[in-house]
């Protein structure tokens, strides 16, 4: 079973920027796409990027120009590039495993602060 581990998370002023990890536990990463999630309290989780196994990448329309995924293949790592950071970025980011079309394993997810 994939275990996925995030990294990266804090506090961070307006306009600041953050780089989110994640680590994978086995070598099924390079055949899966990655996704980066966020969820706030009460709220449904949502969808925020995605890498294919082609490099091919795909934003939520309220990070596109802000954030950038990214992946090494030879270090079973996704990235979530996170710059011009705003009070509505704030929430619990969570990496995930997708095959086809199907998250196939979270991280324990980790939280983002974004202070106005």
């Known amino acids: 079973q994939v275990q996925l581990v995030e990294s990266g998370g804090g506090l961070v002023q307006t306009g600041g920027s953050l780089r989110l990890s994640c680590a994978a536990s086995?070598?099924?990463?390079?055949?899966?796409?990655m996704g980066w999630y966020r969820q706030t309290p009460g709220k449904q989780r949502d969808l925020v990027a995605t890498?294919?196994?082609?490099?091919?990448?795909d934003y939520a329309n309220s990070v596109k120009g802000r954030f950038a995924i990214s992946r090494d293949n030879t270090k079973n790592t996704v990235y979530l590039q996170m710059d011009s950071l705003k009070p509505e970025d704030t929430a619990v980011y969570y990496c995930?495993?997708?095959?086809?079309?199907?998250?196939?394993?979270w991280g324990q997810g980790i939280q983002v602060t974004v202070s106005s």
């Open positions: 086995t070598s099924i990463f390079s055949a899966s796409a």
């Open positions: 890498i294919t196994t082609g490099n091919s990448t």
């Open positions: 995930a495993t997708i095959r086809s079309g199907t998250v196939r394993a």
